[in-house]
């Protein structure tokens, strides 16, 4: 079974970087998509961006586009997301899911398999 697991979450101050990582096993990325969800407390999850088969990036939140980059690294099974100029309402607990069918869908209830998450906190 694909097991997902987040890294690298973090308090970080307004204005500043972090990059998570989502490992993957038992699944390589050469045959899953990987995307990244949010969940702000009180708030439902929301889908931030998505990398396919082939690396072609789906991006679900217009609030990210331009500071938050999706990537992946085929060799270490990894996929990453690099966060810059941070702000408050970035905060939330950070999902990565995998979608078996190689492509990103739209809904997450389409991905097949979910992390635990990583808390990120950006304050100052």
């Known amino acids: 079974q694909l097991q997902l697991v987040e890294s690298g979450g973090g308090l970080v101050q307004p204005g500043g970087s972090l990059r998570l990582s989502c490992a993957a096993s038992?699944?390589?990325?050469?045959?899953?998509?990987i995307a990244w969800f949010r969940q702000a407390p009180g708030k439902e999850r929301e889908g931030v961006v998505c990398?396919?088969?082939?690396?072609?990036?789906?991006n679900y939140a217009v609030s990210v586009k331009g500071r938050f980059t999706i990537s992946k690294d085929n060799a270490k099974n990894t996929v990453y997301l690099q966060m810059n100029s941070l702000k408050p309402e970035d905060t939330a607990v950070y999902h990565c899911?995998?979608?078996?069918?190689?492509?990103?869908?739209?809904?997450?209830?389409?991905?097949?398999?979910w992390g635990q998450g990583t808390q990120v906190t950006v304050s100052s």
């Open positions: 990398i396919n088969v082939a690396g072609e990036i789906t």
């Open positions: 899911a995998a979608s078996l069918r190689g492509y990103c869908p739209g809904p997450d209830y389409e991905f097949d398999y």
């Open positions: 038992k699944f390589t990325l050469d045959y899953i998509a």
